[in-house]
Every structure is written in C-alpha cells, then in structure tokens.
C-alpha cells in the first residue's frame, strides 16, 4: 500500500513532442504529489507538486494531472527539448512532519533533435 | 541559499569494509533524509531525523547502517561491514519542517568490491 507505480520505465520522443509520465498509488492517505527531475551525477529537483484538491497544475511547459478517484496522476512535458532529457520521478507523501517521500522507480527520457 | 552538500562524491571499498558519508544540510532546516538509490530504481528511504531525533528508521539495515545527527545539523551514514549488494547513490535530503520541499544534495556514489 506504501508503493507509487510508475510507467513507462523509459520513454524516447522527438524534440517538440508531448511525452508523458504516469503513476498509480493505493494509500488515500497520500496528499501531496510531486515530481522530480534528476540528471547524471545531479540529486532529484523537484520540477512541480499538485495537493489532490485541484485536479492539474501547470508551471511552465510541465503541467501535472491529478484523478483522485482512479488514484492516479500524470506529467505532460509540453514542446519538449533535448535539454528536458533526463530520469523523471513521481513521488507521494502524507504531507505532515514525520513522514517521508515514497518514490516511483522513475522514468528515463530521451528527447532527439 | 546554499544546497544540502555532501561528501565524499564518489567511494570504493572492498566488502566487509567501513565507510561513512557526511550531509551538511540548507541552514534551518529541521528534517533530515537519508536515501539509498540503487541504480535504475528511485529513492530508498533509510532514515529520516527531526532536528536530532530519529523519527522512523524501519528500512535501516540495523545489523550494518548506523546513522547519527549530532546537535541537530550534520549528519554522519556508516556503514560496517558494507556488502556488495550496498553499492548505490546515498542521497542527503533535507527540508524546513517535513512539511515543505524536499531538497536533494548530489549524493555519494558508493561502490563496494
């Protein structure tokens, strides 16, 4: 109940297309849902984060979309860029002190020019 | 701002040797992480601190990881003995009030043989 499924595990497109990321997870008590991006060499960025009372958010080219009810949640990279191509990371937490981030296993994006 | 730093960056050791990595975390921030990142999978946590108490430490390999936040800043992860299978990326996060972000140091890239 504790796990976030991420898919695909990777994930190749050309430059300007939409590639997107899906999660699933099983604890109705997670309620905060990030998304973090990491490079080579680099620790995980949070790149954008959506609390499950909106149901998208956008920040820039990134937008998350959220459906409570099926328990899942997506990132849609918008006019995607070589320079987008990286492993991207859901991630889910019961956003109160004491607890910590469940990480998805990640997906790696390739973005050709 | 500064960023959460952590050293050493890269470690080799033979099996049933010790090792310790250090995390100096962003000024303020009460909520430490430590992570463990197998290659091709997310985050593991290990350990997470409150100021300098443990708040859940349930996936710590007790028998060979030993974690301490002395004074509630700096924290130390040992190691002893490692073994091959904890050759992976140990990731430092930390965060205001485990409320807030969680920011990410580059990580020490362990490899035992």
């Known amino acids: 109940q504790q796990q976030v499924k991420q898919s695909p595990q990777s994930l190749i497109v050309q430059k300007g297309g939409i590639p997107i990321i899906n999660c699933a997870y099983e604890n109705t008590a997670f309620d905060y849902f990030p998304w973090y991006q990491q490079f080579p060499g680099k620790g995980p960025a949070l790149l954008i984060a959506?609390?499950?009372?909106?149901s998208e958010k956008k920040e820039g080219r990134f937008t998350i979309s959220f459906n409570k009810s099926a328990k899942q949640f997506s990132l849609h990279i918008m006019d995607s860029q070589p320079g987008d191509s990286a492993t991207y990371f859901c991630a889910a937490k019961v956003n109160q002190a004491g607890t910590a981030l469940i990480f998805g296993k990640g997906t790696t994006l390739s973005v050709s020019s | 701002e500064a960023g959460v730093a952590q050293s050493p960056r890269y470690k080799i050791i033979e099996k049933r040797q010790s090792v310790a990595f250090w995390c100096n975390p962003i000024?303020?921030?009460?909520?430490l992480y430590w992570y463990q990142q197998i290659l091709g999978q997310g985050p593991k946590l290990l350990i997470q601190f409150q100021n300098n108490g443990v708040v859940d430490d349930s996936q710590l390999p007790k028998d060979r990881f030993s974690a301490e936040r002395l004074k509630g800043v700096d924290s130390t992860l040992k190691i002893q003995p490692a073994k091959l299978e904890d050759s992976a990326v140990y990731l430092c996060?930390?965060?205001?009030?485990?409320?807030?972000?969680?920011?990410f140091g580059q990580g020490t890239r362990l490899t035992v043989v």
């Open positions: 959506i609390r499950p009372d909106v």
């Open positions: 996060a930390s965060s205001l009030n485990g409320e807030t972000e969680a920011f």
């Open positions: 000024s303020g921030h009460a909520t």
